[in-house]
């Protein structure tokens, strides 16, 4: 059985418990404190140096991070990852975007306004955050509006990936009321088969 080492409000970890649980695959989840430092203690280094969640362990001493890298390992041969290599690396090119230019500047506000509750600690980078968020948000925006989903008009680990941040941009402080295909899109991605939300 996997074992899922996880921290309930991260999105990146989110995105495995969900693509898991729509995958009908059993795991163990493994709870990693990362707001007391649990991610550098050397017991969670020797699984994941980089000393972030998630950490997907395989078999015993063989462990996986970088949600994406996980999510395209446990995807790969299912409906959620394309099997034409155009698509394929389309939906990779969303997996990056997302790291770099979604999930970078809608989590740090949200983990600092909602999670931490500390905006104080870093106000004078918020509002930067925020402007990169948003300039992401409306690439999402645009690229939806004739799409129902992100890639090949069906829910991939794409559509996954990208949502585990945007549902709950609200609690950075992001107004998504603007985007009329977002919330839409929101909307399919929960309507989904086997769909749990960030807090199950």
């Known amino acids: 059985m996997y074992r899922l080492h996880d921290f309930q409000q991260s999105g990146n970890s989110y995105k495995i418990r969900l693509l898991l649980t729509q995958l009908e695959i059993p795991f ?5 404190n990362i707001i007391q430092g649990e991610t550098k203690k050397s017991e969670f280094i020797t699984k994941n ?33 394309p099997s034409d290599s155009l698509e394929k ?11 770099y230019s979604l999930s970078a ?32 948000l409306d690439v999402m925006e645009n690229h939806l509006q004739n799409r129902s989903f992100f890639v090949g008009d069906r829910y991939t680990i794409a559509d996954i990936s990208l949502f585990a941040y945007t549902h709950v941009a609200e609690e950075g402080k992001f107004d998504l009321n603007k985007y009329p295909g977002i919330k839409a899109w929101i909307a399919r991605v929960q309507s989904q088969p086997k769909h749990i939300t960030i807090k199950d």
């Open 89 to 99: 690396a389309q939906v990779t090119e969303w997996l990056f975007f997302e790291q």
């Open 105 to 136: 500047n809608l989590s740090r506000p949200r983990y600092f306004i909602s999670i931490l509750k500390q905006p104080e600690k870093v106000s004078h980078l918020i509002k930067h955050w925020q402007m990169l968020g948003y300039q992401a």
């Open 28 to 32: 163990e989840a493994i709870p990693v």
């Open 49 to 81: 140096p980089k000393g972030k969640v998630p950490v997907l362990e395989i078999q015993p001493g063989i462990f996986l991070a970088e949600s994406g890298s996980i999510l395209l390992y446990l995807a790969e041969g299912t409906k959620f990852l």
